[in-house]
Each structure stands twice: as C-alpha cells, then as structure tokens.
C-alpha cells in the first residue's frame, strides 16, 4: 500500500467527484482511477460507490479512510522531521521503470562516486506521477518525458528514448531495421486497462493514431510486469510499443526482438525536474553539468 494511494482515496472522499479530485492530485483521470483500483484490489474491498453524477463512500470506506486520514497525518509528520534531518544528505528521483535501462544508471554511479556520503534513493513511477511527487514533496527531483506540465518547476533537458516495437524473433517485421507506421497495419497490438496512464504523452498520442489500424489485445486485471509481457509476446504473434530502454532494464529473452519505430512521434525527449534547489538537488545537477561534457552523454538513443 502506498502512501499516495491514501492521499488520493481522502481527496476522493472530499470531492465525491474524480475530475476534480484528479485536478488537486495532480494527476490524470485515468492515473487517480488506476490509484484507487489498485488500493481497492489490495483491500479486497469497494471504497467508491460510482453513479452517473456522483460517487458515495461505501460503509467500508468510512471506517478505513478514518483510520487512513490519521495513518497521513504521522506520516506527514515523519516526513517533515526526516527533510530536516535529510537536507543535504538524501535526495529522491522519481523515475520510470524504463530509467534503469538508460545512461541514468552510470549518472547515479557517478553521483556516488562523487558523493559518498549523498544516499540517492530512486522511486519508480509510471508516465508523469513524477510530477505530482513533486508537488507533495515526496521526492526532490524527478525524471518526466516531454511533453509534461512544467508550471512551477525548474528542469534540466536530458536525452531523448525511442520508442521500440517489441514482438517475437519469429515476427516477419523482424526483417526490417526500423518500422514504419504504416507496416502495422492489420497487426494486434497489446494493451491494458493501466497503460494509458502509464504511457508518456507522446507514446498516447502514436497509440492514437494507430486506432482503426491495428487490432488492440486488451489484457485483463492488472498491468503486467515487463517480463509477462516477452513472455506473451514469445508466445504468439502480437507486438507491443513502448520505450526501447525496457528491453535493457529487463533484458529480452532470445524469443523476443524489438525494431525501432520510424515516426517523429518515436522520439520522447525527457527533462529532470524539481521544486525547489536543496543542498542535495545541487550536489547532483553539478555532477549531470560535468557528466554531460563527457563522451558518455547520450543526445538521443
């Protein structure tokens, strides 16, 4: 159970209304939807009762979000003690899964080569979650692909990932060195309920255009860990697009191959953004100036 997953069901509880709750949770719809989904499975409960107008707390949810508010509010007192004792010390990153596939893993080992005494603690978000860390003071900095709403924020361009489509090594696409939009024509791609949030916006945007184009394999119940995924797709002879840098974070079985995609859209450019500059944030934007200098510095991938 996660401590956004709370804050996001007492904001619900306030507003009996999702747009609005979504819009103080800083997040997209479809992202407080799958939060509240997700701490309802792990509940094995209903907290929401959703009608066409308006929702209505269950019976369920009263007597756990009372308990939940208070759960907050020493966690929020905890978190406020430990920046004080952590300032200059600690720094969380809010970062996609697909990160720990990229050049970033060598920025955090240069950081604690730098750093010893700096203890750098990744959070792995989905899509642009980073953001509303930020805003609640969760984490220091986070990784965000653009395009994502900056207002309030300080960044710093990274690199650019492409966008892959994964599919079995026994795929006819397999043939071709990059795949253009239009040799997808016809192919079932897979997807699931989650993944529209998870997506950055410009990989939602390319999903969009394939609609009536290609054929979507909806996959029930939770989204799937990378590794489900090479494994359905080993299986059978569906594709699924996502950032090539998953394919290095969780390395692909010999059955699973993936192709660049050929589109302008391919290309998601990330920014490492933060609220406010600590002692900490400093000590590593210092290290990213100088390690962009070095031959180790991706411009695009």
């Known amino acids: 159970m996660k401590l956004r997953q709370l804050r996001a069901a007492i904001i619900v509880a306030e507003e009996l209304n999702f747009t609005r709750a979504a819009r103080r949770c800083n997040l997209s719809q479809p992202s407080l939807s799958r939060l509240i989904?997700?701490?309802?499975q792990e509940l094995g409960t209903a907290l929401f009762r959703r009608g066409y107008h308006r929702i209505e707390l269950t019976a369920e949810a009263e007597v756990f979000l009372t308990n939940a508010r208070a759960a907050v509010s020493v966690l929020d007192g905890?978190?406020?003690t430990l920046q004080r004792?952590?300032?200059g010390t600690e720094l969380r990153i809010a970062v996609g899964e697909f990160m720990f596939g990229t050049p970033f893993v060598r920025l955090l080992r240069a950081v604690r080569l730098?750093?010893?005494?700096?203890?750098?603690?990744?959070?792995q978000v989905q899509g642009t979650e980073g953001r509303a860390l930020l805003l609640s003071g969760e984490v220091d900095l986070a990784v965000l692909p653009v395009p994502a709403d900056l207002t309030s924020l300080t960044s710093v361009p990274l690199w650019?990932?492409?966008?892959h489509v994964f599919m079995s090594a026994a795929h006819e696409l397999t043939s071709r060195d990059?795949?253009?939009l239009s040799a997808l024509r016809g192919e079932r791609l897979l997807r699931w309920s989650s993944d529209a949030a998870?997506?950055?916006e410009k990989l939602g945007r390319l999903c969009g255009l394939l609609d009536g184009q290609v054929g979507w394999h909806w996959l029930p119940g939770p989204a799937p860990t990378a590794r489900?995924?090479?494994?359905?797709l080993s299986e059978s002879a569906r594709l699924h697009i996502t950032l090539g840098a998953m394919g290095h974070a969780y390395p692909l079985p010999p059955s699973v191959v993936s192709r660049p995609l050929r589109t302008a859209l391919a290309s998601v450019p990330l920014v490492l953004a933060g609220r406010v500059s600590s002692p900490a944030a400093q000590r590593f934007l210092e290290v990213l100036d100088a390690w962009r200098s070095t031959s180790e510095w991706p411009e695009r991938r």
């Open 85 to 87: 004792i952590r300032v």
């Open 160 to 163: 650019a990932e492409a966008a």
């Open 37 to 40: 989904a997700e701490l309802e």
């Open 228 to 232: 489900q995924v090479w494994s359905l």
């Open 78 to 80: 905890g978190i406020k």
């Open 198 to 200: 998870g997506r950055p």
């Open 114 to 123: 730098a750093h010893p005494d700096l203890r750098l603690l990744p959070v």
């Open 178 to 180: 990059a795949v253009p």
